[in-house]
């Protein structure tokens, strides 16, 4: 069982699971609302040319969040990054 | 379709259309309507209500298209007009007798949460799975028939812009009070709901779709770091270049056609007030405008085809982080990006950032986007003064001048937009969020559609405010009809009464003002005239110098060779066109802008604001590019 790290340190091509979406008000109901609940599996896909924001495809969608928000949001690590991935 | 209701006594039945965004409600919509509302691929197209009627069974249906929302808890202007209409919250709007889900196909699991918002509303619903054939091409599966027993509701499965299963859909519209209603509504309770979600989509989905492999393949390059930037570049610098090297033989017909047009007016009208009205005000006038269009059709099918296969989400995806530094979202690119082709869809589209904030400023900064009515004026300008040599290959001067003029807006804009944040309208900055769409082939029809859609739009233009501001300017150029001096030559009697009429002497009292920017009395008129619209002062120049030439000469060729009439110097120096080039790169000459900033802001005051910041910004920055070139030249 690995440790819970927040979603915008989670590597490019690494696959997670959510633990808690740690952000109030709105903008924490909006993300819970794109799909962003407790076990949702989620990917980080893509880093913008200067790093930030990132892609991340969650529930069949690619959805693009920058650090502050990404970074409220707590994830577990479930599997190494697998090979190829995108954007490195 | 859509056809007018007979008699008052039928009250349309009234159906709405909730859904996330992008799921292809306006698909729908314009499907059921045989409307063309404004479609496009990326989430935050639709920001307004909008009905359209139709008959379907012999029952007279009003279809009402909303924005979408990816729950009924808005937190942005757009979202919340859903919440109103649902709850019957508008005066004069009744609350829907039924509404239509649409749940894109392969995001089920997200969809499901908006699905139980809906169901606890208690009306008539039905829902529509979209995009059934991607979520087949990426190997998905739904079962629609466990999905109507799990939701209790009825079930359709359809291609929206191929109309596949819209039959079905039709079949069922006419009745919402024998749909299918839920026993128990789904749970409200947020953790309830997600059992209730993780539940439903244990039963119905066979088969979860995989990614998209022509998303991926596209993506790799599209959003590479390096790959990526230097295609965008090559397809901006590309896309300038085809403006003129595409446009130009289609102006150019145009622009004979208006010629002969003219001619004959004046052979079989005998000379007097009236073969001059019509060559010389209407002719002159709409036609210097309309033959800009094959332009505007080159710049709205780019404009449109990057829309329609999705590249505007990545777009603002790749300027997100500049965007940041300046203080706003990715989001508030977009609004800005559909400024390209107007400035008032622009400021409209600001109703999808959330902060009220952000959206103010995407709103004062979205008229300096260069929007498709200077393009008229560019075209005129560069076409008759930068030399259509070529710099490297293919790569042309003209094309370089135009890229650069569309650059330098774009770059105000951000600049605007980073000095309005830390001044005028201090605060915190605001989360960001955007979905990425697939890539979509868009079906030509709809492209050819949307195109055409503005193109008549701008051949509306020149037959109605062109038209009127054309006219009413004829007179103002041709009266007071004065004594022309016998001794004047007779080439320069047409100029002296012009200088004479109501116009000129406007334009001369002007003169002193307009004079430190390089401007003579003739553009001075041309610019009052354009606070109308923008491509008026190419129609007021077309007129100008289609009553002061002799023969007819096409306008381009008039003002490369025009003289001031003392001092014998040329009007349009390199130093002037520079100058205008760039007064219209910044002045908000625009009413139908001034109204919607007014709409959307509520106040007159910030559309007095914009308009007064941007003219001096104008003035200002026309006064340097004058002294500047002038100092070089
Ligand atoms: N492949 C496929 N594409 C579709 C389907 N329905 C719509 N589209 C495309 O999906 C995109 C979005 O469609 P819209 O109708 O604008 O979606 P909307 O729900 O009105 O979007 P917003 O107004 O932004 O909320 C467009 O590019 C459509 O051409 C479908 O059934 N299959
Ligand atoms: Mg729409």
């Known amino acids: 069982m690995s440790v819970a790290i927040p979603l915008s340190e989670l590597p490019v091509g690494a696959l997670a699971a959510v633990v808690a979406v740690e952000i109030d008000g709105p903008v924490g109901r909006r993300l819970r609302d794109l799909g962003f609940r407790p076990d949702a599996a989620v990917t980080c896909r893509r880093r913008a040319p200067l790093g930030d924001p990132r892609v991340y495809e969650l529930a069949g969608s690619q959805i693009c969040l920058r650090r502050s928000e990404a970074s409220g949001i707590q994830v577990r690590p479930t599997q190494a990054p697998p090979t190829g991935s995108d954007n490195e | 379709m859509s056809e007018a209701i007979a008699g008052a006594s039928v009250t349309p039945l009234r159906l709405g259309l909730v859904g996330s965004p992008n799921s292809g409600k306006t698909t729908l919509f314009n499907a059921l309507t045989g409307l063309r509302a404004k479609v496009g691929n990326y989430p935050g197209v639709t920001v307004e209500r909008r009905e359209g009627d139709a008959t379907i069974g012999g029952r007279a249906l009003r279809v009402i298209d909303l924005p979408g929302t990816y729950s009924l808890d808005p937190i942005s202007p757009d979202e919340a007009v859903v919440r109103q209409v649902l709850e019957g919250q508008i005066a004069d709007v009744a609350t829907p007798d039924g509404l239509i889900v649409t749940v894109d196909a392969c995001t089920l699991e997200r969809s499901l949460v908006l699905v139980a918002q809906v169901l606890a509303l208690g009306l008539p619903t039905c829902l529509v799975l979209t995009m059934t054939d991607e979520l087949k091409a990426r190997g998905g599966e739904i079962d629609h028939a466990l999905l109507r027993d799990a939701l209790g509701i009825p079930v359709v499965g359809v291609v929206g812009h191929r109309g596949l299963g819209l039959a079905a859909l039709r079949a069922l519209l006419p009745d919402p009070g024998a749909w299918e209603r839920p026993a128990v509504p789904p749970p409200v309770d947020d953790a309830d709901r997600n059992g209730w979600v993780?539940?439903?989509?244990?039963?119905?989905?066979?088969?979860?779709?995989?990614?998209?492999?022509?998303?991926?393949?596209?993506?790799?390059?599209?959003?590479?770091?390096?790959?990526?930037?230097?295609?965008?570049?090559?397809?901006?610098?590309?896309?300038?270049?085809?403006?003129?090297?595409?446009?130009?033989?289609?102006?150019?017909?145009?622009?004979?056609?208006?010629?002969?047009?003219?001619?004959?007016?004046?052979?079989?009208?005998?000379?007097?007030?009236l073969a001059d009205f019509l060559a010389d005000g209407v002719i002159a006038g709409v036609g210097g405008v309309i033959i800009f269009l094959p332009q505007i059709l080159l710049l709205f099918t780019l404009l449109y085809l990057l829309e329609d296969v999705g590249y505007m989400a990545r777009a603002a995806f790749v300027v997100d982080r500049v965007m940041g530094r300046i203080g706003l979202e990715g989001r508030a690119f977009v609004a800005?990006?559909?400024?390209?082709?107007?400035?008032?869809?622009?400021?409209?589209?600001?109703?999808?950032?959330?902060?009220?904030?952000?959206?103010?400023?995407?709103?004062?900064?979205?008229?300096?986007?260069?929007?498709?009515?200077?393009?008229?004026?560019?075209?005129?300008?560069?076409?008759?003064?930068?030399?259509?040599?070529?710099?490297?290959?293919?790569?042309?001067?003209?094309?370089?001048?135009?890229?650069?003029?569309?650059?330098?807006?774009?770059?105000?804009?951000?600049?605007?937009?980073?000095?309005?944040?830390?001044?005028?309208?201090?605060?915190?900055?605001?989360?960001?969020?955007?979905?990425?769409?697939?890539?979509?082939?868009?079906?030509?029809?709809?492209?050819?559609?949307?195109?055409?859609?503005?193109?008549?739009?701008?051949?509306?233009?020149?037959?109605?405010?062109?038209?009127?501001?054309?006219?009413?300017?004829?007179?103002?150029?041709?009266?007071?009809?004065?004594?022309?001096?016998?001794?004047?030559?007779?080439?320069?009697?047409?100029?002296?009464?012009?200088?004479?009429?109501?116009?000129?002497?406007?334009?001369?009292?002007?003169?002193?003002?307009?004079?430190?920017?390089?401007?003579?009395?003739?553009?001075?008129?041309?610019?009052?005239?354009?606070?109308?619209?923008?491509?008026?002062?190419?129609?007021?120049?077309?007129?100008?110098?289609?009553?002061?030439?002799?023969?007819?000469?096409?306008?381009?060729?008039?003002?490369?060779?025009?003289?001031?009439?003392?001092?014998?110097?040329?009007?349009?120096?390199?130093?002037?066109?520079?100058?205008?080039?760039?007064?219209?790169?910044?002045?908000?000459?625009?009413?139908?802008?001034?109204?919607?900033?007014?709409?959307?802001?509520?106040?007159?005051?910030?559309?007095?604001?914009?308009?007064?910041?941007?003219?001096?910004?104008?003035?200002?920055?026309?006064?340097?590019?004058?002294?500047?070139?002038?100092?070089?030249?």
């Open chain 2, 336 to 633: 800005l990006l559909s400024s390209y082709a107007c400035a008032v869809p622009g400021i409209m589209a600001a109703r999808t950032v959330p902060s009220p904030r952000h959206r103010l400023v995407t709103i004062l900064v979205a008229p300096l986007m260069t929007c498709s009515a200077r393009l008229p004026v560019y075209a005129l300008l560069i076409g008759a003064f930068v030399p259509a040599t070529s710099v490297m290959g293919p790569i042309g001067m003209q094309g370089l001048v135009l890229l650069g003029l569309y650059l330098l807006g774009a770059l105000s804009a951000l600049a605007a937009a980073a000095i309005l944040n830390r001044t005028v309208l201090r605060g915190e900055s605001m989360p960001f969020y955007l979905e990425l769409p697939p890539y979509r082939v868009p079906p030509l029809r709809l492209v050819a559609s949307q195109v055409w859609g503005a193109a008549s739009a701008f051949l509306k233009r020149a037959g109605t405010i062109i038209l009127a501001t054309s006219m009413v300017l004829w007179m103002l150029l041709t009266f007071p009809q004065v004594e022309v001096p016998p001794e004047l030559p007779a080439e320069s009697a047409a100029a002296y009464q012009l200088e004479r009429s109501a116009a000129g002497t406007l334009g001369r009292a002007l003169e002193p003002f307009i004079e430190p920017l390089g401007f003579d009395w003739k553009i001075g008129v041309g610019l009052v005239a354009s606070l109308a619209a923008r491509e008026v002062i190419v129609s007021t120049l077309a007129q100008i110098y289609a009553a002061s030439e002799e023969d007819e000469v096409s306008l381009r060729e008039a003002i490369r060779t025009d003289r001031h009439t003392e001092t014998g110097e040329l009007v349009f120096t390199p130093a002037t066109v520079a100058s205008l080039l760039v007064f219209f790169v910044f002045a908000l000459q625009c009413m139908s802008t001034l109204a919607t900033i007014r709409r959307e802001t509520n106040s007159w005051g910030w559309a007095a604001f914009a308009f007064g910041y941007l003219l001096v910004l104008a003035y200002g920055a026309s006064f340097v590019t004058y002294r500047v070139v002038d100092a070089f030249a």
């Open chain 2, 198 to 273: 993780v539940s439903v989509l244990d039963r119905v989905l066979v088969k979860p779709a995989a990614r998209s492999a022509r998303t991926e393949a596209i993506d790799r390059i599209v959003l590479h770091p390096v790959l990526g930037t230097l295609l965008f570049t090559v397809v901006m610098v590309l896309f300038f270049q085809l403006i003129f090297a595409w446009a130009t033989p289609a102006m150019d017909a145009i622009d004979g056609g208006m010629g002969q047009l003219g001619e004959f007016v004046r052979l079989t009208l005998p000379a007097g007030f």
